[in-house]
């Protein structure tokens, strides 16, 4: 079993930025692919950003690139997503998965961003 907590979400301005940070326990973290997805009301949830077991590896959706980062911290067993530049349509909440790609996965509660315009 594999436990994600995440926090960090709020209300912000559109322009300004938020960090989200999900915290994984329950199996060796340091081999698992992870990845941040959001669902916004009246939609599927989608991808955001994907990071190798490593951390020199991330993948980005097109809507978020150059504007989000992912990052890892194996020693704190942390994933973390830095947004800056946000816009109202990133309001949603947002979800880390872990391992991410994997047949079988798990999914933190989520954390809310809002961005007002």
């Known amino acids: 079993q594999v436990q994600l907590v995440e926090s960090g979400g709020g209300l912000v301005q559109a322009g300004g930025s938020l960090g989200l940070s999900c915290a994984v326990s329950?199996?060796?973290?340091?081999?698992?692919?992870l990845g941040w997805f959001r669902q916004a009301p009246e939609k599927e949830r989608e991808f955001v950003a994907s990071i190798d077991w490593s951390g020199g590896g991330t993948n980005y959706a097109d809507s978020v690139k150059g504007r989000f980062t992912i990052s890892r911290d194996n020693a704190k067993n942390t994933v973390f997503l830095q947004m800056n530049s946000l816009k109202p349509e990133d309001t949603a909440v947002y979800y880390c998965n872990a391992p991410f790609g994997a047949a079988q996965s798990y999914w933190g509660q989520g954390t809310q961003v809002t961005v007002s315009a």
């Open positions: 329950g199996r060796p973290f340091r081999w698992y692919d």
